[in-house]
């Protein structure tokens, strides 16, 4: 069974920095495209940046220009660089498949906050 291992989250102020990354093990990775989805308190999960197998990143437009995607097939490993962050991307941060599976990780909360 695929497992997602999210971490990297934590308290920043506005403006600041975070990079999340996620160990996925139990499938194939390289082949897949991977994807970043966030979960805010009252809100449903919703998609934030997709990988493709080339490497080429997709995002929501609430982040664009803000975060980037990347992946390192050797490690299993995605990543989500999120810069100039605000109050509005406070949630739980998950990774897993596009199209996601049943399978999702503890994820990783990232709070934004002065």
């Known amino acids: 069974q695929v497992q997602f291992v999210e971490s990297g989250g934590g308290l920043v102020q506005p403006g600041g920095s975070l990079r999340l990354s996620c160990v996925v093990s139990?499938?194939?990775?390289?082949?897949?495209?991977m994807a970043w989805y966030r979960q805010a308190p009252g809100k449903e999960r919703e998609l934030v940046a997709q990988?493709?197998?080339?490497?080429?990143?997709n995002y929501v437009d609430s982040v664009k220009g803000r975060f980037t995607i990347s992946r390192d097939n050797a490690k299993r490993t995605v990543y989500l660089q999120m810069n100039s962050l605000k109050s509005e991307d406070t949630a739980v941060y998950y990774c897993?498949?596009?199209?996601?599976?049943?399978?999702w990780g503890q994820g990783t909360q990232v709070t934004v906050s002065s």
């Open positions: 897993n498949f596009f199209p996601p599976s049943n399978s």
């Open positions: 139990g499938d194939i990775f390289s082949t897949r495209v």
């Open positions: 990988i493709l197998r080339t490497a080429i990143g």
